[in-house]
Every structure is written in C-alpha cells, then in structure tokens.
C-alpha cells in the first residue's frame, strides 16, 4: 500500500509540477523510475526510438513527432522526434519498424487540418515548444504547446492510448484526429476513413499503407492499422477533412489525407481526454480491445497502471552505484530494450496473418491466448544484447517471439527475419530468427512445438530452391553448394551472388553452427553433420596473406584492390576490419588461424585508436562509423571486445568493455547511443546492459549448455530477479573509476578460476563476488 500512495502522489506531481530540476524524478528515491531519460539520443533517432507514452512491449506506443509527417524516402532514415528541432506537429499513436499511424493533438484558434512545415508553424497544426515544459518518462509524456497555449498529456495501457489535452478559455478549442497520412517508417498511404458518432462521442477509422521494406520484400502486400475511441467531452461542431480541404457536418469520409475535427468550447483550464484503442486487424477488434483495457478508466488511472507496470518491470534488475549518470545510461538502455518489439495481437488471440487474412492464437482453458503476437524488426544483431537479457529475466517475452515466427511460418512456408504486421521487412536481406529460435531451446525457452521449430530453423539453413525474397538469404545457394558467397557488385543479393558476399557467408556459418547444435540437442545426427560443415565456410574466404576474411568472385578468386576500409564491397554496413571478426560461433579456431599474438595486437590496436573516436565516429550519422576500424554503433561489432576471452589476455576484454560504456554511451540528446546512432528497437541499449552487469555470451547462447563469459561489472551490486524464479546477486569491491581489472572471482562463496559461467547455475540462482583493481591480475583464470 504504502508503494502504491508513493506512486501515486509521484504522478500528480509530475502532472503539476514541470520545474525542469524535478521534471523526471519519481518522489520514491529508490525507484528506477528516477534514472529514465527517454530523451537521451534523440538527435537523429529512428521513429521507434521515441514513445515514453506505452507500456513494456506494447502495441500504444504514443509519443510526440516533429518531423514524422516529412516522408521516409527508404523507409529507415530518422525521423520522428528529433531533439534539434523546436516544433511539434502532433502526437502519434502507432510506433514499430515499418508501422506508423494516427496522429492526434489539440489546438486552438483558426482551423487547421495539415501538420505544416517544421520551420514555420503556422502553416499548419503544428506548435512551437519550450523542452524546459517538457516531462518524458516510462508511461508518461507531457509538453505545453505554446502557439496554442495547449498542455498535451499521453499514457497508455497495453492496446489503448490516452490523451488529455488542456485548453484556455476559448471558443475555438480543437482536437484534431488525422488518420490518413504518412507518417513516420508507414510509407505511402493507400487508402483510409473515419467515422464519428455524435450521439455517443466515438470514434472509428482506419488506414492501410505501403511501407519501403514491405515493398521490397513482399510487394503487394500492406500493412493495416485500426483505432476505435472516445472523446471526454461533447463538442459544438464536428467535421472531417482531407488534407486542407474540411468538411463541417460531415461525419464520415475516405481517402488518402482524411481526419476528424472536432470543435469545443473550453473554460480555462479545461481538459478534454481521449481514449483510443487499437488493433492490425478490425475496427471491431479495437473496440474490443478498448474495452477490455480501458472501459471505465481514466487517464490518471492509466498513468497509475503504466507507471506501475513499468517500476517493476524495471526493477526485475536492480543496480546499486554511487554514479548516477551509469544508472541513467543503465535504466534508459532497459527502458529501450522492453519498449521496441510491440504487440500485434488483440484481447481475443487475433492477429494479422502473413498473407492477409486474420488468424486465432489458442485460447487456454482460462479463455487467455496462450501467447502474444509481436511487430519485429529484424533480428541481425539482436543475439548479442536483447535475447540475452530477455533469456535472464524476461523469458516468457522470448518465447512468445518464437511462437511468433513460428506462427509466420506456418501461414507462409517461410521464416520471416522482421515483421511488420506479419507482413516481411527484412531490412538487411538476411535471417537470423533460426538462430534466436535454437538459442531460446539450448536456454529452455521451450513452450512450442520444437519439432515444428527445428523445422523451420532446417530449412532456413538449407533451403534455397524458390526462395522468396521476404525469407532473405536469395543468394543461399552459392553457400551451400560452392562453401561461399560471390560477390557481385552494386547492393543486391539474388541467387548469383551478393553484394555482401563476404558478411552473408559469415552470417550464414554463424546461424548454420547455431542449428547445428539444436540438432544435436534433438539427437539429429545427420543434420548436425550437415550443417557443422557449412560452419566452417568462413574458411574458405579467410585470406592467409592479409589476414583478412575477403570477397571472391565466381571463379573463386580475390578480388584485386582491396581496401580494407571499404564498407559496402563485400561487407553490409561494415568493412574488412570489423568483419574479420565475425565468427563468434568459432573464436578459438578464428584466433588459431590468425596467430594469437597477432590476433590479440591486431584487436588492441584497433580499439586504442577507436578509444579517440568514441568507438564509432562523432558524426551524426547512422553509419558514421562504417569506415572507421571499429563502430560500436552497428550490430555487426558488438561481439568483438569480449573476444579477448578467448585467449590469454582476457583482461583486455575488461578494459575495452569499460571504456566504450565510458565513452561511447552518453546522457545527451546529441551523443546517446554514440552521436546519432542507429539503435535497433533497443539493441544498444540492450548491450549495454550486460556490458554493465558483467555478463555475455559471443555465441548468443546457441551452445548445447549455453554459458556467459565474464567481465568486470559497471556497478557496486547488481540483483536480477530472473525469470526462472531465482535471484543473481553482483557484488564488486574496489570498484573505482579506474579499476576494471579482474583480481578474483567468487561464485557462491567458493574461489572461481573460470571466465565464464553456465546460464544453468544463473538460471537456479548465484552470487558473484569481484575483486577489481587498477592492474590487471594475469593470473587470475586457468
């Protein structure tokens, strides 16, 4: 009870108070609440980045856009809200990869039914702002729009966004609900309506859109979008509008650019609230889900709920630290990493199938699905970071990704490596969901049907005879057959070869050696034979002159020229530095081939220039880094510093570790997650957090008894309340700023001499204590 009046009085002065010292604190000191800044790598951030309105995982991500209405030329360019820009256009509803839609706000004054231009306000909806009026938390947005005079408050529930608009005393206060325009990652608009109930102050409309990604990998296909809702107060007029054009009176209207407006005569002060709930299947089904979220509730009361929800979600890992600006870096990572990845499915177990038509996850015998369905985006990278910290402490959200691809497959005959709405967006052309799948079974994430899962895992392997362009991997057959990939120039992948011939060869050993070991667990023999020996294609491009792994053409030759700089010829969003190190699946034999001596100078080196650039290069880019040595920035890197681990100078692996939470992740708009990086629906901040709690695994945890190497944790104590029932307690001594070295380990009160530990004896509980120093101690593991 007493948590519970803390919480509350916690959001009522949040509500009231916006003085910018206190406008992020939660009154509890203790709660992780305190140490979220959603405002943190805002500066050219991805649409998704920004929705502190919305629940862990859920599907009403709301979040104020000042440049999401601008267009997405390619679909993953940053847009959205930019901390750099000082106008807010509205407040959208609908945040995933390749998904945006319905952007509501409140204005007073002439009507206006465009966004307008972010240099010039006035030519539409959109308001100036001042951040120092400005509060964003997990569950909770607040800002003042100045040219109105307008306070927009957003919270949500699962499947419902609330908005409270609080006007001056005005005969021309308006809500606007556009529904029918671009917006954000959405592409173009296809179609869309909108419909008002005067009698009962509702609701409803629709929108179906072309994203860039669903273009590409399954053209002709859409992804749909539904919201049915609520107004707290009966306006004076109502129209629709499309684009500039109004409509008073007409309460239903279609097509490209449509909204709703409604007109309200306010006293000062007053608020008018909405709440809307969504779905990707029906307007019947958002109502439904409304209803089952947010019938009788209130907008205080659903802050109540978010703010709650996200308190113990966030607390499920506790540090202790005297630096406040490593629990900031800490807790913001987290928020990220249990924001992205949204729910797809509604109330009732419906959700969008891959080839259009709605399909019914099971009901159990308590009348619940027995799953959620998820939006992804593609899992390239995600093995080092989000799966990781989701198998520790969040592993029913992990199965539930499984069983979502899995239902994917079974609609389509194809796994799918990022889901907008089911429908397929790769993204980066490749496929790692068989590797996640075989990860989550050697981790005991087993709640599906596993023989279905191998299957699926099999042949997104082998599998390359009319292969769709949505299962990515076009150019699987030369891996298979030759033992590698040809390059072919340009930025295409077809069954001839790949621009990226180098990095897909990689990958694809790296996933084949992950399903191998699923096979072996299974007792499939055969199978594990079969793919232990494409595992090792990385060696038939590793070049014994440079050291280098490189592209070859078809008659199996290097390519003359070669720049090992050079992003783009041969590697995807990297260059030869960075993947030379991308068999994470075999770091010994890796470090074998190359000679440890050189192996170990070769990364040293690497990382004491990369320390002056901040680990992946200061402009505000989302490939900044990709000429440089080493980019932090980009999921194809984020293995590397621990794989010191595998050879006698594990220490190094501390030091770099601590350097790049040091240096690369910042507290600013400008440099979060690097300057203006490319943070994958919580990837960064994922890694991060195991950066910090001292935890890793470079094979993602796709071993037969999967196991984390360990390095010298950020904080002074760490509990994880994991989701296996257990605790893991963290403890270091003579943790200063410059003491990242390992002296001694002790794990359950017993002197530990190994650089890693097995996800089983975490997964029954453990405590780790750490000695650290300022030398490293190279006698400390044998």
């Known amino acids: 009870m007493y948590k519970l009046i803390i919480v509350v009085i916690a959001i009522v002065l949040v509500s009231c108070d916006s003085s910018n010292g206190e406008k992020q604190k939660i009154i509890d000191k203790e709660s992780p609440l305190n140490w979220v800044d959603p405002n943190i790598g805002t500066a050219h951030s991805r649409w998704f980045f920004y929705t502190p309105a919305s629940m862990p995982f859920g599907m009403a991500k709301l979040g104020p ?78 800002v003042r729009l100045s040219d109105y005079d307008v306070t927009a408050e957003l919270t949500a529930t699962k499947r419902v966004g609330f908005h409270r608009y609080t006007y001056p005393k005005s005969d021309s206060s308006y809500v606007i609900l556009d529904i029918g325009n671009e917006l954000g990652e959405s592409g173009d608009v296809k179609d869309a309506a909108v419909e ?25 296909a859409e992804v749909k979008m539904f919201v049915s809702g609520e107004v707290s107060k009966k306006p004076v007029e109502a129209g629709t509008f499309l684009h500039e054009k109004q ?36 307007i019947e089904n958002a109502q439904e889900n409304l209803k089952a979220e947010a019938k009788e509730m209130t907008f205080d009361e659903a802050l109540l709920e978010a703010t709650s929800t996200w308190e113990d979600e966030l607390s499920k890992i506790k540090v202790i630290d005297s630096s406040a600006t490593n629990k900031t870096k800490f807790y913001t990572g987290l928020f990220h990493a249990l924001l992205g ?127 769709i362009e949505g299962a990515g991997k076009t150019d699987l057959k030369g891996f298979v057959e030759d033992g590698y990939i040809s390059y072919v120039e340009g930025r295409g992948t077809s069954p001839e070869g790949s621009a990226f011939s180098v990095s897909h060869t990689l990958e694809y050993c790296y996933s084949s050696y992950a399903v191998a070991q699923f096979a072996k667990a299974l007792g499939k023999e055969e199978e594990y034979a079969e793919l232990m020996l494409l595992s090792e294609n990385w060696k038939n491009l590793y070049d014994d002159q440079t050291d280098f792994i490189r592209p070859k053409d078809a008659n199996g030759n290097f390519l003359s020229n070669f720049d090992p700089f050079a992003p783009w010829i041969g590697y995807q969003e990297g260059n030869a530095w960075q993947y030379t190190f991308y068999v994470p699946h075999q770091p010994e034999a890796l470090v074998e081939k190359m000679g440890e001596d050189k192996f170990v100078k070769r990364l040293d080196s690497i990382f004491t220039v990369s320390e002056k ?139 530990y001499h190994t650089n890693s530990i097995s996800l089983e004896q975490l997964k029954t509980g453990s405590n780790i204590e750490y000695s650290l120093g300022s030398e490293p101690n190279k006698e400390w593991f044998y």
């Open 247 to 282: 409509f008073k009176n007409v309460l239903k209207n279609k097509g490209e650019g449509v909204g709703l407006y409604l007109r309200f005569e306010t006293e000062e002060s007053e608020a008018v609230e909405i709440k809307a709930g969504f779905s990707f299947t029906s």
């Open 613 to 751: 650039t901040k680990f992946g290069g200061e402009n505000i880019d989302a490939f900044a880094g990709l000429n440089y040595l080493y980019n932090q920035g980009n999921q194809p890197n984020l293995h590397i510093a621990y794989l010191f681990n595998y050879t006698d100078s594990p220490w190094l692996t501390q030091k770099w570790i601590r350097k790049i939470c040091d240096g690369f992740y910042g507290v600013e708009p400008i440099h979060g997650y690097g300057y203006g990086q490319d943070e994958d629906q919580g990837q960064l901040g994922a890694w991060y957090n195991m950066a910090a709690i001292g935890l890793f695994d470079v094979k993602g945890l796709v071993d037969v008894n999967p196991s984390f190497q360990l390095t010298s944790p950020l904080f002074d104590k760490v509990e994880i309340t994991t989701g296996w029932g257990s605790k893991v307690t963290i403890e270091t001594k003579n943790n200063l700023e410059d003491h990242y070295y390992i002296q001694s380990v002790m794990v359950d009160g017993e002197a």
């Open 65 to 142: 856009s000042t440049n999401g209405s601008l267009g997405n030329e390619q679909g993953w360019e940053a847009t959205g809200y930019d901390s750099r820009d000082h106008t807010i256009e509205g407040f959208a509803n609908l945040h995933e990869f390749q998904i945006g839609a319905f952007m509501f706000t409140g204005i007073t004054g002439q009507l206006q039914t465009v966004p307008g231009e972010l240099e010039k306000p006035e030519t539409g909806y959109r308001s100036r702002f001042d951040r120092e009026e400005e509060v964003a938390r997990p569950g909770y947005y607040k």
């Open 196 to 220: 008002y109930d005067a009698e009962n102050q509702t609701f409803s409309g629709w929108v179906t859109t072309y994203p860039k990604y669903v273009q590409k990998y399954q053209a002709g």
């Open 341 to 467: 990845r949204g729910l797809a499915s509604d109330v009732n177990g419906q959700f969008p199938e891959n080839d259009g038509s709605i399909g019914q996850i099971p009901i159990d015998e308590n009348g619940n699905p027995e799953f959620n369905f998820y939006n992804t985006d593609a899992i390239w990278g995600a093995f080092w970071n989000l799966t990781q910290l989701w198998t520790l402490a969040w592993p029913e959200y992990y199965n539930d990704l499984v069983q979502t691809h899995l239902a994917v497959y079974k609609n389509s005959g194809w796994l799918g490596d990022g889901l907008a709405n089911s429908r397929f967006v790769s993204g980066v052309g490749t496929n790692f969901v068989s590797l996640i799948i075989a990860s989550a079974y050697q981790a005991g994430i087993r709640d599906y049907d596993v023989e279905l899962a191998f299957k699926a895992a099999y042949e997104n392997e082998l599998r390359y005879k009319n292969r």
